[in-house]
């Protein structure tokens, strides 16, 4: 995590003026904030086939061929997917990596923002390069890939073994594995999907699937010994070794710490678990019955339940509250401890927490226009673009980032205010 | 034989309608529960609206696409159906055995159009039998059952228009009329005659479907 | 010789032919229980108990129809020679009986649902023969080409193989080759809250870019904020929900919904095709307990109607051949979208022929339902299995038409067979390749 406290909580307003863009540039893709506001950004057309980025009012040194996937680090470097001569690489501030390949994509960017890793291909063949250095091995394909919270590790699902379209039966007797570090499992299995790291990045667990018919958990390439009717992606427990997975049974869904229910109670659906940081509290979307959706929390369901979707379960910092975005119909909502919020959004994004977890804000959007919710209430006026909200560490305070009439703001303001 | 009659006009008759009535009942709620316990989001498409329109729509002649492709299929089941249905309830000598055992009488069809009926339903089950024969795709479905169920459903006709028109001496047919008809309203719960029951069900679940899902027409 | 003296064991499919010796009557009788008492409830018992052989639901069926009116190819008389014998022996029956089955339920049945149109009780013979489908995957013996079809979809999330830089690839060289044509055209990649996710099945990136050229001209004429994801679940097809495998159904369509809540659009456009639609409304969205798409799906007619509707799009000189219309089952039987598809027809051509039958009575193109992703091996199956549509076809063209609009791809493709087996000489377009060439552009 990139602390907050460097950033500038006092300057009350900052502006870029984004008017200009659109005179200067043949056109302007979207803009693009960094989390500390400070900076504002967007790929732009530069001429017939060359690109550029536009930082600030201030372009790269140097224009490319083809620039797509802009995005900023945690700590506010501008990144971009950058092609020249048909070669794909990253570029970091306008600097690309020295290395570059057939084909680049995907980047992921650690937490604390200094690494970057992407999937690439070259020559056909398939890997990881993290800060530009390529996997040692590389593979037929590749997908399902992460990365380590530190960056310095990234798995992968390949597929190790040669299998033509049309060799079915080749197939079933396993052709994927996971690859960490470019080193692929021993074991193949017929599908692998969504590995995880466990919080000490030593080992990797994966949704595996044994044959067509027997889905498990897969740990350093080895499965638990219980397979199941299906799988959902896996997760670690943040202190602990232990694994949690939803899995199928009996067309019923359970929660299974290291292929032990811990769950009781079924479902008509389970998915996206999540620990709270302390690990004590274990939650999940589900669909309680079907058609309906909530989050559960220790195999709890809420109350309330939405018959669209429930998605964004996000715990407070300190593991005691959590949200969630729930959709009813057209409409989407802000869910907070079973409570609902008496707004209701054409769109929202994920909800925020103070880091004593007391407020809850959220980017929304109504009638083609966005603002900021916070606590149930809106912050501003619609503005015509804006980015997630996100509170000082002391929580006295909001930063929100916003687009005006061509003029992108970085605004300070006090909850008192809210 | 009148002690056979006795007994075949009373205590067989009310095993029979009990048979009937709590078999139907006993399968409307084992379908119900069963809906629910493996299939219980068919409820969450259930739709009366649309129930109705595909009910309504396949209970009239000639509404539906099937009903105008098949001319003579369509009048002859929905006559068939018909006088199956009404013929038993509306006929003098059953309201009769009703008023005498219940006190309760309704409105009879004349015994002329009750006796038409009659032999609309017994040619409906030979038309029915006739269909299985010549034609391919039905001969290529049918096996015994098909035609014992016919038997099944005819027999009581059969029986019932021999009795009125007194081709037999004494009460034998008479009393194998009954009997025929008691095994029938017996057996409707267990076989495929259950249909009557669940086929009102599943053209429900298809109009739901059609109407709630697929906004299109499924008749 | 020894061929000559078994004649039933003529080859049929590789993949059916391995998977059936390898069966033994355990596994078998085992596969048919858990499928038929454990995984289907009431409905499957109400159709099986309902149906009293009255054979009406025959007519429906264009297998049937095209075949001289051989029963073996009715609705019911396909139900009769694979669910009623396993249901009788109790999953007691021969490797043989499954072959049949196989061969019955996978390429001489559409699912295209007409005959529950035509059956007095509304028995979803469809149903039935997914869930002998289903007993066929549980026993590994799905056709070759449709269990390959159905692992590409297991192990990349999409139907044809495409690997993730090749996805992402051909669309910005679809983006490439379009502005020449419109210079500020692009396909916006990743555009988290734009209002529109554009989802498309794998064979377009695979055979028929042009198709996803004509869209980015489309959306970039209407001026509509859109986006196409560069990560896996850009794919809308699902051919594991025709092969029986749900799970693998389920996880598929996930990853497409998932996809398109995390890019945070409000709806997901889909192109012109019938059997992915199905499987966001009806069947994988089901699998997974929505009772309806989370985010609402619009069919490429849908969206046609809507910008043609609102003068977002507009025709600068309609299409002048006659043309006759092909309502796809999944779209409308499945899904009523046939009106609206007549209002885009209406708007973009001179003159519409309609066949007959049309809208939800229109026969099927006997390509759907997994049927041609079942290959070369069923090709004669489903040409000569559909003699009726090319009779249905040369109808409309003696009454003028001279092109038909297939607004899916699997029609598309069956019907360019049997055009071409027959003879028809009607020329074949999608919606989209019309509306491309005849709209204002700018």
């Not at chain 3, 109790?90 to 061969?103: H, S, T």
């Not at chain 3, 028929?208 to 004509?214: N, S, V």
């Not at chain 3, 919904?257 to 089901?286: P, Q, W």
């Amino acid at each position: 995590m990139v602390e907050g406290k460097s950033r500038d909580w006092t300057t009350e307003e900052k502006t870029v003026d984004i008017g200009t863009w659109k005179e200067r540039f043949e056109w302007v893709e979207e803009l693009q904030a960094s989390p500390d506001g400070e900076t504002v950004a967007a790929i732009v057309n530069t001429g017939e086939e060359t690109f550029n980025v536009c930082v600030n009012g201030q372009t790269w040194e140097k224009d490319f061929d083809k620039i797509w996937h802009l995005r900023f680090t945690p700590e506010g470097r501008p990144y971009a997917l950058v092609a020249d001569m048909d070669q794909w690489t990253v570029a970091v501030a306008g600097t690309p990596w020295a290395e570059a390949f057939d084909y680049a994509w995907q980047p992921v960017v650690s937490a604390r923002g200094d690494h970057i890793a992407v999937s690439v291909q070259q020559g056909g063949r398939y890997a990881i390069a993290i800060d530009g250095a390529k996997w040692e091995n590389d593979f037929a394909d590749i997908g399902h890939w992460v990365s380590s919270a530190s960056g310095t590790r990234s798995a992968a699902v390949v597929q190790v073994r040669a299998a033509d379209s049309g060799q079915v039966h080749r197939f079933q007797e396993g052709t994927y594995t996971i690859a960490v570090d470019g080193q692929a499992w021993d074991n193949v299995f017929v599908n692998v999907w969504q590995p995880a790291f466990s919080p000490d990045e030593r080992q990797v667990a994966a949704e595996v699937r044994l044959d067509l018919y027997r889905y498990t958990i897969a740990v350093d390439g080895r499965p638990w010994g219980k397979t199941y009717g299906g799988i959902w992606a896996p997760c670690f427990h943040p202190h602990t070794a232990h694994v949690v997975a939803p899995v199928r049974q009996a067309g019923k869904w359970y929660m299974v710490q290291d292929g032990e229910i811990i769950w009781q109670k079924p479902f008509v659906q389970l998915w996206q678990q999540q620990f709270s940081t302390d690990g004590d509290r274990l939650a999940a979307i589900c669909a309680p019955r079907f058609g309906r959706w909530t989050v559960a929390v220790d195999g709890e369901p809420w109350r309330n339940t939405f018959n669209a979707m429930v998605t964004d379960l996000t715990f407070s910092p300190d593991g005691r509250r959590i949200a969630a975005l729930a959709k009813q119909d057209a409409h989407w909502h802000v869910v907070v401890d079973d409570q609902v919020w008496r707004n209701v959004f054409d769109m929202a994004w994920p909800p925020v927490f103070s880091s004593d977890g007391a407020n809850v804000a959220a980017k929304v959007e109504r009638e083609g226009r966005y603002t900021f919710v916070v606590n149930d209430r809106f912050r501003g006026q619609p503005c015509d673009m804006a980015w997630d909200p996100c509170f000082s560490d002391d929580g006295d305070a909001l930063l929100l980032r916003y687009v005006q009439d061509g003029v992108y703001h970085r605004r300070i303001v006090p909850l008192t205010d809210i | 034989m009148h002690a056979l009659y006795e007994w075949v006009a009373g205590p067989l008759t009310w095993v029979a309608f009990a048979v009937f009535v709590i078999g139907l009942v006993f399968r409307l709620v084992q379908v119900l529960v069963m809906v629910r316990k493996t299939e219980p989001f068919i409820f969450t498409y259930m739709s009366w609206k649309f129930s109705l329109r595909s009910i309504g729509r396949w209970l009239v002649p000639f509404a539906t696409l099937r009903w105008r492709t098949s001319p003579v299929m369509t009048v002859a089941t929905f006559a068939f159906h018909l006088c199956l249905l009404v013929t038993p309830v509306f006929v003098l000598s059953h309201i009769v055995l009703w008023d005498e055992a219940w006190g309760v009488q309704w409105w009879a069809l004349p015994d002329a159009v009750a006796d038409v009926m009659t032999v609309v339903v017994i040619a409906g089950c030979l038309f029915f039998a006739g269909r299985r024969i010549v034609r391919r795709e039905v001969r290529f479905l049918t096996d015994a059952s098909d035609y014992f169920l016919l038997a099944l459903t005819a027999a009581p006709f059969v029986t019932g228009f021999l009795a009125y028109h007194q081709v037999t001496q004494g009460a034998g047919m008479t009393i194998a009329h009954m009997i025929s008809g008691q095994v029938l309203l017996a057996a409707i719960p267990f076989t495929r005659l259950r249909h009557m029951l669940l086929g009102w069900l599943t053209r429900a679940y298809m109009g739901s479907e059609f109407g709630g899902v697929r906004r299109a027409r499924d008749y | 010789m020894e061929e000559n003296q078994k004649p039933n064991h003529e080859k049929l499919d590789e993949g059916i032919d391995f998977g059936v010796s390898r069966l033994t009557p355990e596994k078998i009788e085992a596969a048919i229980n858990a499928v038929f008492n454990r995984e289907t409830g009431a409905r499957f018992r109400a159709y099986v108990e309902t149906c009293i052989h009255c054979g009406l639901c025959a007519d429906a069926c264009h297998f049937y129809l095209s075949r001289d009116k051989d029963p073996r190819f009715s609705p019911a008389g396909k139900v009769k020679q694979t669910v009623w014998p396993m249901l009788k022996a109790k999953g007691k029956v021969d490797a043989e009986m499954i072959r049949q089955a196989a061969r019955i339920a996978h390429t001489e049945c559409n699912l295209c649902k007409r005959c529950a149109i035509y059956c007095p009780f509304g028995i979803d013979i469809a149903y039935l023969m997914s869930m002998v489908r289903r007993v066929i995957h549980k026993l590994g013996a799905t056709p070759l080409y449709l269990q390959d079809t159905a692992h590409s979809h297991a192990a990349t999330m999409n139907q044809m193989w495409v690997k993730g830089d090749e996805w992402i690839d051909t669309l910005q060289w679809q983006e490439e080759e379009a502005r020449a044509e419109f210079p500020s055209l692009r396909i916006p990649l990743e555009v988290e809250g734009a209002d529109i996710m554009y989802s498309v099945i794998a064979p377009e990136p695979k055979f028929q870019a042009q198709l996803i050229y004509q869209m980015a001209a489309i959306m970039h004429t209407a001026g509509v904020r859109w986006t196409m994801p560069a990560t896996m679940g850009w794919d809308n097809s699902d051919m594991a929900m025709f092969s029986g495998d749900n799970e693998i159904m389920g996880r598929i369509k996930r990853a497409h919904f998932d996809t398109a809540a995390r890019l945070r659009v409000k709806r997901i456009v889909m192109g012109e095709c019938g059997h992915a639609f199905r499987s966001v409304y009806d069947m994988g969205n089901r699998w997974l307990g929505w009772a309806r798409p989370p985010i609402p799906i619009v069919h490429a007619i849908e969206f046609y109607y809507e910008l043609l509707k609102s003068g977002r799009l507009r025709i600068a000189r309609k299409y002048e051949k006659p043309v006759t219309l092909h309502d796809p089952c999944n779209v409308s039987r499945g899904a009523g979208l046939h009106e609206m598809a007549r209002y885009v027809a209406d708007q973009i051509c001179e003159q519409v022929v309609e066949m007959h039958p049309n809208r939800e009575y229109n026969y099927c193109c006997a390509a759907g339902g997994g049927v041609i992703n079942c290959g070369p091996p069923f090709k004669n199956t489903r040409v000569l299995g559909n003699k009726i549509k090319a009779e249905q076809l040369f109808d409309a063209k003696s009454r003028g038409a001279q092109t038909m609009i297939a607004p899916c791809h699997n029609c598309h493709s069956g019907l360019h067979d049997i055009v071409h087996h027959y003879e028809v000489g009607l020329e074949i377009k999608f919606f989209g390749d019309i509306i491309y060439e005849c709209m204002e552009k700018e």
